[in-house]
């Protein structure tokens, strides 16, 4: 019996640290080819590096997005879109995050997240501060902060739309107000942060729509999925979601509130479009 003890406690001790120490440092990279409707056959192929939920700070180190950003910047991207939740709410790591993504070698388009705001919380008012920080950052290294705006991307003589939404905890999310400039026949790519939002962006105009925020979970039980989850909609946790009108991917992100990931690692999606 005592044996036994301690083969469980050596097991948990191990599990903890593993946990804590190499899980939430061990991204996984993988690419899905999508298939597009009504997409210009100039941009098959076209592949976007999807990255969310970098939190930087104290639980998810600047050493550790860099080694992400070159794994990315390996991969030659045509294009990387960022949906939100650059750092913690807190406005010191508001430049070293940035920095951070200077180092990207592909163009980047970014949305916001509730964690980019000065709080998330709509009933004491939410501060724009940290969010207007970001967007001259990201703007002075010559990135595009969307937030409820389009922004046409040219490949090979053709173009296709990426559309940001500002995030839904804040109550300006305005789904017509983001893409009134965009043609009507034009194919989207939607960047929407929290797949809370799913009512409001399932839409046939939509070609794709990339969402993060759920982490996951960071903790998933195997058969059971994760107990812990910041999202109502709690179907849409992580991975391929066929809608009624589009097709949505919730990426686990790459960073932590909490330094602790299990049975759910980092991911750096990459997506390659294809023309039907």
Same mark, same amino acid.
């Given at each position: 019996?005592?044996?036994?003890?301690?083969?469980?406690?050596?097991?948990?001790?191990?599990? /903890?640290?593993?946990?804590?120490?190499?899980?939430?440092?061990?991204?996984?990279?993988?690419?899905f080819?999508?298939?597009?409707?009504?997409?210009?056959?100039?941009?098959?192929?076209? *592949?976007?590096?999807?990255? $969310?939920?970098?939190?930087?700070?104290?639980? $998810?180190?600047?050493?550790? %997005?860099?080694?992400?950003?070159?794994?990315?910047?390996?991969?030659?991207?045509?294009?990387?879109?960022f949906?939100?939740?650059? $750092?913690?709410?807190?406005?010191?790591?508001?430049?070293p995050?940035?920095?951070?993504?200077?180092? %990207?070698?592909?163009? %980047?388009?970014?949305?916001?997240?509730?964690?980019?705001?000065? $709080?998330?919380?709509?009933?004491?008012?939410i /501060?724009?501060r940290?969010? &207007?920080?970001?967007?001259?950052?990201?703007?002075?290294?010559?990135?595009?902060?969307?937030?409820?705006?389009?922004?046409?991307?040219?490949? *090979?003589? &053709?173009?296709?739309?990426?559309?940001?939404?500002?995030?839904?905890?804040?109550?300006?999310?305005?789904?017509?107000?983001?893409?009134?400039?965009?043609?009507?026949?034009?194919? *989207?790519?939607?960047?929407?942060?929290?797949?809370?939002?799913?009512?409001?962006?399932?839409?046939?105009?939509?070609?794709?729509?990339?969402?993060?925020?759920?982490?996951?979970?960071?903790?998933?039980?195997?058969?059971?999925?994760?107990?812990?989850?910041?999202?109502?909609?709690?179907?849409?946790?992580?991975?391929?979601?066929?809608?009624?009108?589009?097709?949505?991917?919730?990426?686990? /992100?790459?960073?932590?509130?909490?330094?602790?990931? %299990?049975?759910?690692?980092?991911?750096?999606?990459?997506?390659?479009? *294809?023309?039907?």
């Amino acid at each position: 019996m005592l044996q036994g003890l301690a083969a469980i406690g050596l097991a948990g001790a191990v599990t /903890g640290l593993y946990s804590i120490g190499v899980e939430p440092f061990w991204p996984e990279f993988h690419e899905f080819e999508i298939p597009v409707p009504r997409m210009p056959k100039a941009f098959d192929g076209y *592949r976007i590096t999807q990255l $969310t939920d970098l939190h930087a700070g104290d639980a $998810t180190p600047i050493a550790y %997005l860099n080694r992400v950003i070159d794994r990315v910047n390996a991969g030659k991207p045509d294009l990387v879109v960022f949906t939100g939740d650059l $750092t913690t709410h807190e406005m010191l790591w508001v430049d070293p995050a940035c920095e951070v993504l200077s180092r %990207l070698e592909a163009p %980047l388009i970014a949305s916001l997240g509730n964690h980019d705001y000065d $709080t998330d919380c709509a009933c004491i008012g939410i /501060g724009t501060r940290m969010a &207007e920080l970001i967007e001259a950052r990201l703007s002075a290294m010559g990135a595009r902060l969307l937030r409820n705006a389009s922004t046409p991307i040219a490949h *090979r003589g &053709e173009k296709l739309y990426i559309v940001g939404l500002d995030d839904m905890m804040t109550g300006w999310l305005d789904v017509d107000r983001a893409q009134r400039d965009v043609p009507a026949a034009a194919t *989207r790519v939607l960047l929407s942060h929290n797949p809370d939002a799913v009512p409001e962006i399932d839409r046939a105009e939509m070609g794709l729509v990339l969402a993060g925020h759920t982490h996951g979970g960071q903790v998933r039980i195997p058969g059971l999925g994760a107990p812990v989850l910041p999202i109502h909609l709690r179907q849409y946790d992580a991975g391929w979601f066929k809608l009624k009108h589009t097709q949505l991917y919730v990426s686990r /992100g790459v960073g932590c509130l909490r330094r602790i990931r %299990l049975f759910c690692r980092p991911e750096v999606p990459t997506f390659v479009l *294809r023309a039907v």
